[in-house]
């Protein structure tokens, strides 16, 4: 590719929008274009490292032995009402009309469309398993578009979806999907972990994320510092206290007139105590019942633990009224000394004596309450965030708390879609089952754009070579030198004749702004024909991961060129 026939728009100066570096380098290194909130068009060069991507998501698909197929953008209303989504979707899914005021939606995921497929199509255990991918475009509409490719609304996904006969198979079918994303997100150059995620009412270990590590992630990923455990923050398990050594003495159970102090930090303040002395009582609403869930003072509840402990479809905050109307108390003083309604108790709290809790009264709160003389408490459980102070759930040893992006996503559905949407098959002995399925997805734009997170420095993006648009960058520094640009010509062909992936910057523009632009753009290898080092019969080499260049022989230049490229290869292939 020339430069000067191309179309590579940078710029200096940083976008004022983006918050994150990939994000301004993509901008600035003329990568993205956005149209509107969440919503970009890929130029050229971004264009050219999304297939790079893509390229690599499909090779490993096949290799794993899904099948690639296209599905619809547009989604008929009624799958997703059978499937029970079109409600519960919220306000992400885009819905639309068409001409005869029917429902429809732009697809933010296809589990519909491909059960509604399979269901029609594959009747026998002997078709199965099947795993079917494809790489498309989704629409959601996200609440906080942000990040550029990041956190799109408009963004390209890899989605796949696999039908097993039977709990093994789908097992199996999940370990083919896990290996083969370690697999893509190792070419794709990034390090990156697979942790341990929610299965909400599936259970197991049945869920993983695919996290690449960077300072700017939103997600939050916890490993032991000893043993393979990883979790997202939302799943990482807690281990229970064990048992204390000696039962501490009770003290006499005591009201404290406490106007106006609500919340945790106020009533610790007030009554000089650090918050780990006192308990929260949470009021929730689970499946349309009231019910109270006891944490320690310091500690933070977690919905989806608290939703599985208690085997809830549903689980919300309960609005000041129903708090009022349980405890008999405005918000700020719930307790659960007589409250009439399941409470449920953090394992932190199992040895817990002598703690401050809300008096169910206005302006009162209890010290020195204790759970077994109190009140009784009879349900513990795991339902809070893990914290720094705990440790690893499997070991013991130290954890860790580091930021991660979530680039792809396996998970085992189950029969939730095939129960839904009637979609069954004849087994060996003729009986109808419903499929075991489960769902992959990667997205396209956000491994691009981590990749840039973690590849670059001040001067710009530092493609690993598997991602990058170009592999070489040829910069001849004299346009009006013939001699450069006749040797430029010459190394120009002959890699371009050898397939190798070469855009010469031939514009009339200063050496600076070459080298500027090249490393902006990070093409992983530079190659530099000048006027004086030729005169000696040399050009240079840089690898832009590198500090210093080299410099080669123009006698066999290209092959000097495709060597040092095959030092900077793909690590898998
Ligand atoms: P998130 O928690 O980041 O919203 P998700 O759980 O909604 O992600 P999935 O439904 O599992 O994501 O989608 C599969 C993959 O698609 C994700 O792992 C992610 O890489 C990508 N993805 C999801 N939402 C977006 C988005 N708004 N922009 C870009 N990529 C996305
Ligand atoms: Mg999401």
């Known amino acids: 590719m020339r430069y000067s026939s191309y179309f590579l ?27 509107t909130s969440g919503v970009y068009t890929y130029l050229p060069m971004g264009l050219r490292s999304l297939k790079k991507v893509e390229k690599i998501i499909r090779e490993e698909m096949d290799r794993a032995g899904a099948i690639e197929l296209l599905m619809p953008a547009v989604q008929p209303a009624e799958l997703w009402q059978e499937s029970g989504r079109w409600d519960y ?20 995921t296809h589990e519909e469309v491909i059960t509604d497929l399979v269901r029609r199509e594959i009747k026998s255990y002997k078709q199965l398993p099947i795993n079917f991918y494809q790489i498309q475009t989704k629409f959601r509409d996200e609440i906080r578009p942000r990040f550029g490719l990041m956190r799109g609304r408009e963004f390209i996904m890899k989605d796949a979806y696999s039908f097993d006969a039977d709990e093994a198979g789908a097992a199996e079918s999940y370990g083919r999907m896990h290996k083969a994303y370690s697999r893509i997100f190792e070419r794709c150059g990034l390090a990156f972990r697979a942790v341990e995620a929610d299965t909400g009412t599936i259970g197991g270990s049945f869920s993983h994320e695919f996290m690449v590590l960077a300072d700017t992630g939103e997600d939050q990923v916890i490993s032991c ?26 003290s006499p159970l005591k009201e404290v007139a406490t106007p106006d102090v609500r919340t945790i930090e106020e009533v610790a303040a007030f009554l000089s105590l650090p918050p ?40 919300e905050m309960a609005p000041p009224a129903a708090i009022e109307d349980v405890t008999g108390a405005p918000v700020g003083f719930a307790g659960p000394l007589g409250l009439k309604i399941r409470t449920v108790a953090d394992n932190a709290l199992r040895y817990m004596a002598n703690y401050v809790t809300g008096g169910n009264r206005k302006d009162c709160h209890l010290i020195n309450v204790n759970h077994g003389r109190d009140y009784s408490l009879n349900e513990f459980g795991d339902m809070r965030i893990i914290t720094p102070d705990d440790s690893c759930p499997r070991c013991g040893a130290e954890i860790e708390f580091k930021r991660g992006i979530e680039v792809g996503h396996i998970f085992k559905l189950g029969t939730k879609y095939s129960m839904a949407m009637k979609a069954s098959f004849l087994d060996d002995r003729g009986r109808e089952l419903p499929f075991i399925m489960g769902c992959y997805g990667i997205g396209v734009g956000r491994t691009l754009a981590s990749a840039i997170e973690q590849n670059h420095d001040e001067k710009g993006i530092v493609f690993p070579l598997p991602l990058a648009p170009f592999q070489v960058v040829l910069l001849p520094l004299q346009m009006h030198d013939s001699h450069v640009v006749e040797t430029s ?80 290869n793909d690590p898998l292939k």
Do not use: W
């Open 9 to 35: 728009p940078t710029q200096k100066e940083l976008p004022s929008d983006a918050e994150v570096i990939s994000h301004q380098l993509m901008l600035r290194a003329g990568m993205i274009r956005k149209l």
């Open 89 to 108: 979707y919220g306000k992400e899914l885009l819905r639309l009309k068409d001409r005869h005021n029917r429902d429809a939606c732009f697809g933010p």
């Open 489 to 568: 010509e010459g190394i120009y062909r002959d890699l371009a004749s050898r397939g190798v992936e070469v855009i010469m910057d031939d514009r009339d523009e200063r050496p600076g702004v070459k080298f500027n632009d090249a490393d902006l753009v990070g093409i992983p290898l530079r190659v530099t024909v000048g006027a004086k080092s030729l005169k000696s019969g040399r050009i240079e080499l840089k690898a832009r991961r590198e500090e210093n260049g080299s410099l080669l022989d123009i006698s066999d230049a290209a092959s000097g060129i495709i060597e040092k490229l095959s030092s900077l």
């Open 225 to 250: 510092t000893s043993c393979q455990y990883a979790a997202n923050l939302e799943k990482a398990e807690v281990s229970p206290v064990s048992n204390p050594a000696a039962d501490p003495a009770l």
């Open 276 to 315: 780990g002395r006192l308990v929260k009582t949470m009021i929730f609403i689970a499946d349309g019942s009231p019910l109270a869930a006891l944490v320690r003072g310091d500690h933070e509840i977690n919905l989806a633990k608290l939703k599985t402990f208690i085997g809830a479809q549903s689980i």
